[in-house]
Nanobody, 121 residues
Framework: QVQLVESGGGLVQAGGSLRLSCAAS????????MGWYRQAPGKQRELVAAISSGGMTNYADSVKGRFTISRDNAKNTVYLQMNSLKPEDTAVYYCKADVQIRRFSREYEYWGQGTQVTVSS
């Protein structure tokens, strides 16, 4: 089994910053693409940012220039630095990881439990 544990959410004023962390542990042979998604009340879950094992990144247009995704492969951890936060960034943020649990196996998708980010105006 693989566990993803997120931390770093909270309440912040508009214009402020937060840094989310997501640490993966368990039966991991290879940790491939990791990403952050968010879901606001009444809306569908959407991709915020993703990063490949080689460091290639992808961002939603709404966060480009404000958010930065990074990872520490030695710690099996992905980060999301969120700057210039806006009230519309308010959501539950979920970490996702594509994991190969043994050599030659397919990838499995794992999700964290979510962490609340609230941006007040």
């Amino acid at each position: 089994q693989v566990q993803l544990v997120e931390s770093g959410g909270g309440l912040v004023q508009a214009g402020g910053s937060l840094r989310l962390s997501c640490a993966a542990s368990g039966s991991i042979f290879s940790l491939n693409t990791m990403g952050w998604y968010r879901q606001a009340p009444g809306k569908q879950r959407e991709l915020v940012a993703a990063i490949s094992s080689g460091g290639m990144t992808n961002y939603a247009d709404s966060v480009k220039g404000r958010f930065t995704i990074s990872r520490d492969n030695a710690k099996n951890t992905v980060y999301l630095q969120m700057n210039s936060l806006k009230p519309e960034d308010t959501a539950v943020y979920y970490c996702k990881a594509d994991v190969q649990i043994r050599r030659f196996s397919r990838e499995y998708e794992y999700w964290g439990q979510g962490t609340q980010v609230t941006v007040s105006s």
